[in-house]
């Protein structure tokens, strides 16, 4: 069984890859008869659907785009001849929020968790040299014992409607790319690097994962050249006078690894990773012993026409946009984002804060209203579905860290946002995820969460566990909104509150931003106005300086984003430095001009 592997798939020797994106069947099941009426063996009626997408973008009518509860793709696909010793298995990107795969009628597979891959073996039930249905019954219902949560009220009329207790669209269907792979039956199922810098030179400690007994071969290039090699699952290789990856000057080595069994290569997997390392000291933040201030957003993977479907032009417009206004960091605020988004990262020069989907952890329709201001204490941590929710939640941790642990864009996993946690059940529930998050990452990253405001200095309950903190605040929005005077008393009274308590660990905003709609002018400034949200950031860059243990400031958010409909959201959430076009508003000018004065 192979079924762990997260490796993201290539095409070289001994691996195929076929992507299987395109215009796939979809139909809604509302009455979920789909599996008992035969459907898993072709759809009997159908609209088209592109995959990958949200399919909510993709319709006129509310119903719709609304829709909760079971849907349906299907495709078809050749498969060349059975080649001797290989296995065949279908690669999803990610599905939302769970689903059964099945292939020529049988059922194959089944996932649960959105935002990460899964791997499903199709050997049996593959027809080859033939053409294979490839048929999901997919369902993107919400509650409180997955990641994230939310809850789904039945209509009386018995629609299902899905309440995130987040603030973001409950965007849905087929998110990321499908592969058709062909891999060795023998072969390596992940890898992990970690590195330890010495006087010129850097030891690259590699740990190879494979059931097979066959000689593990692994090597190091710089520029095309050989720069290390060594054998074994478990080795170091030690590069001479290293070329570190930074924010600055991103470089990649090529690392190969192979299985070698009687001079023969039974499998081989290329990859590029950067050696550099990351650590907190003292309320500093160190990428290669050095401190590293972090500048940048809050994100979402979000797009009208793509919804949460990955698109290449959009990413490349994003990281464009962020690089000019002289951004090094954003957080994969609230899920883990496509795998591409973190090599693009490794490429530029971005330094990522990974994020674990646990969003919504408090029992509120409106998270960020309760967030903003003295919410009530829910008992969430205290309900019967706990158990099955952290059960989840420990997958989807490892699951994350497995795929993304070699990137050196990736600095820190941030395990929470917004929880309730002012009770000891809270703390009890984040103190394992946390020792199993340190416990399963080689590189031991700092592990976080975001904090919101109600996790108060005198009530907190798990700031104790993090190794850098994260706060969200919007005082100045939620918190006296349109006073900015005030809001930077109550922001100061805070944060002394904060460094009374003598933590000596950086602090980091992860969230502070206003609402503004791009085509709003006012002067005097005035919430919602471009002028306003000019004049809300440069009253927390004047606070940040008072503070030198603030490490890292990231605005929420980069860009317009879709929510769910609420009298407080127009067209979605308007905090965007950019607007959903990805063009910048007045305070763009403002972040840039501040950014590039710090170093
Ligand atoms: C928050 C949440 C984020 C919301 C944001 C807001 O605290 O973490 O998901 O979008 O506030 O704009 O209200």
């Known amino acids: 069984m192979h079924k762990d592997s997260m490796l993201y798939p290539q095409r070289n020797q001994k691996r195929s890859d076929t992507i299987l994106d395109g215009l796939w069947k979809f139909s809604f099941d509302p009455a979920s008869c789909g599996e008992k009426e035969g459907w898993p063996n072709g759809l009997p009626s159908f609209v088209k659907m592109p995959v990958p997408a949200s399919f909510q973008e993709m319709f006129t009518d509310i119903q ?12 078809d696909f050749y498969l060349d001849e059975k080649k001797e010793n290989t296995d065949t298995v279908i690669r999803f990107g990610s599905v939302t929020h769970r689903c059964k795969v099945f292939l020529n009628g049988k059922l194959v597979g089944q996932h649960e968790g959105g935002f990460l891959p899964f791997n499903v073996d199709i050997n049996d039930a593959a027809k080859y040299d033939d053409e294979n249905k490839l048929v999901l019954l997919v369902n993107n219902e919400l509650s409180e014992e997955m990641l994230p949560c939310g809850a789904t009220e039945v209509k009386p009329d018995g629609r299902k409607v899905a309440h995130g207790y987040f603030d973001f669209f409950n965007y849905s269907g087929i ?7 062909t891999l060795p039956a023998e072969r390596i199922d992940n890898y992990a690097v970690s590195f330890t810098l010495e006087e010129n030179r850097a030891v690259v400690h590699c740990t190879v994962e494979t059931e097979s007994n066959a000689q593990v071969v692994i090597a190091l290039k710089q520029d095309g050249k050989a720069a290390a090699q060594e054998q074994g699952k478990e080795c170091d290789l030690i590069v001479e006078n290293p070329h570190l990856w930074d924010t600055k000057d991103p470089y990649l080595y090529e690392i190969e690894l192979q299985l070698v069994k009687d001079n023969e290569v039974l499998d081989l997997y290329r990859d590029k990773i950067g050696i550099r390392t990351i650590a907190v000291k003292g309320t500093k933040i160190l990428l290669n012993n050095k401190p590293v201030y972090l500048k940048g957003y809050g994100k979402h993977e979000d797009a009208s026409m793509f919804g949460r479907g990955f698109n290449y032009a959009i990413a490349a417009r994003d990281f464009a946009c962020m690089k000019w206004n002289g951004a090094n960091c954003f957080r994969t ?5 496509d795998e591409k988004w973190y090599q693009m990262a490794d490429e530029q020069g971005f330094l990522i804060i990974d994020e674990v989907p646990a969003v919504g952890m408090m029992r509120s329709m409106h998270n960020y209203v309760a967030a903003g201001s003295g919410g009530k204490y829910t008992g969430f941590f205290e309900s019967e579905t706990v158990p099955r929710l952290k059960k989840r939640h420990l997958e989807a941790v490892k699951d994350m860290i497995r795929r993304d642990q070699n990137h050196p864009s990736v600095i820190a996993w941030s395990l929470f946002n917004e929880p309730e946690t002012t009770s000891t059940y809270a703390h009890a529930y984040f103190k394992d995820v946390f020792d199993y998050a340190k416990k399963i990452d080689q590189q ?24 850098f903190m994260c706060f969200n605040r919007y005082y100045g929005w939620y918190i006296s909104g349109g006073d900015l005077k005030e809001a930077e008393e109550k ?3 805070e944060l002394s509150r904060w460094r009374a308590k003598n933590l000596n660990i950086p602090f980091v905003f992860t969230e502070f931003g206003c609402d503004t709609l791009g085509d709003v002018h006012e002067l ?46 127009v067209g979605g959430n308007r905090k965007g430095v950019f607007t959903r076009d990805r063009q910048p508003k007045d ?7 501040h950014w590039e004065s710090i170093e």
């Open 491 to 493: 922001f100061r009274d």
């Open 587 to 593: 305070a763009a000018y403002i972040l840039k001009q």
């Open 64 to 75: 719709s785009r609304e829709y909760c509860g079971d849907y349906w793709y299907e495709t």
């Open 175 to 181: 998110h990321r790319s499908v592969h058709l792979l």
């Open 444 to 467: 031991v990253r700092p592990c976080t969460g975001a904090f919101e405001k109600n996790s108060k200095p005198e009530l907190c309950q798990c700031y104790m566990l993090v190794d």
């Open 333 to 337: 605020s609230h899920y883990p984002y």
């Open 524 to 569: 005097p400034g005035r919430m919602w106005s471009q002028e306003y949200q000019r004049e809300y950031y440069e009253m927390y860059f004047k606070v940040f300086r008072d503070y030198p243990e603030i490490q890292g400031e990231l605005v929420w958010n980069f860009a317009d984003f879709m929510t769910g409909q609420a009298i407080m959201r």
